[in-house]
């Protein structure tokens, strides 16, 4: 059999699998994602990540978005951005024959722009910004503490602190060779804890996880920030 050049194999590796989680399990959001629900009801349909699936559903709890429906792809994405956009793509194409209207809630996350150049050719709207870090606490107002010199800060938001294992120590091989955390963390001066829910043990987790880092901590509690405004843009859109 012959061999398969390199495009072939990374366009097979970055291939859209639909979401097949049915749990608001972390693990879950993070291996599988979220499907949509098979009674399609809602006119409006949120693509996101799994990161984002709990905020996502309070919100719509909140807000009484009850038109809304949501699939998240699998959070692990974040690991290998250059495969989100081509997911998302998936994703629209699946569903947009049968919602009113797709949004996606992905910020830009490492794609260079190419996320946002697809939204907009396929005429779907999504997130403003570079990341969730920067859209919970707000996109002005993290660019202004970026301009004033905070850019050695390493960011956690609730679903991170929960995920930490899985989505930074055992990546970066931290688990295995400890000694390599100077090395990955050794331009960092501070861990940011940006929270969505005020639980004393996500905070409590969330200083563990500086210290093994070797890290200061700062706690900001940002709530859902401008993700909460777009969603509620989007929801009111079509009420």
């Not at 399609?40 to 693509?47: E, M, S, Y």
């Not at 990341?131 to 970026?146: D, I, L, M, V």
């Not at 905070?150 to 970066?172: G, H, S």
Request: charged residues 25%; negative net charge.
């Amino acid at each position: 059999m012959a061999r398969k050049g390199r495009a072939a194999r990374l366009t097979e590796r970055a291939a859209f699998r639909p979401p097949t989680g049915r749990t608001l399990e972390e693990s879950s959001l993070t291996e599988r994602g979220l499907a949509a629900p098979e009674k399609k009801h809602g006119r409006i349909l949120l693509i996101a990540c799994g990161a984002l699936a709990r905020e996502i559903l309070a919100i719509k709890d909140i807000n009484g978005l009850d038109h809304i429906d949501l699939t998240c792809l699998p959070a692990k994405l974040h690991l290998y951005p250059d495969q989100i956009t081509i997911a998302v793509e998936g994703a629209i194409l699946k569903h947009r024959s049968t919602y009113d209207q797709i949004c996606v809630v992905y910020a830009d996350c490492g794609t260079g722009g190419e996320l946002k150049q697809k939204c907009d050719e396929l005429g779907v709207e999504m997130v403003a910004g570079p990341h969730c870090y920067s859209f919970f606490e707000g996109n002005e107002q993290f660019a202004q503490r970026a301009d004033a010199g905070e850019i050695t800060a390493f960011y956690l938001t609730d679903f991170l602190v929960k995920q930490f294992d899985a989505f930074i120590w055992k990546p970066m091989g931290l688990d295995k060779n400890p000694e390599l955390r100077e090395m990955i963390f050794g331009n960092y001066t501070k861990l940011v804890y940006q929270s969505q829910l005020s639980d004393p043990a996500l905070l409590e987790k969330a200083q563990d996880c500086a210290a093994r880092m070797g890290l200061e901590f700062e706690h900001r509690h940002t709530g859902y920030g401008e993700l909460q405004d777009a969603v509620l843009h989007w929801g009111k859109s079509k009420a």
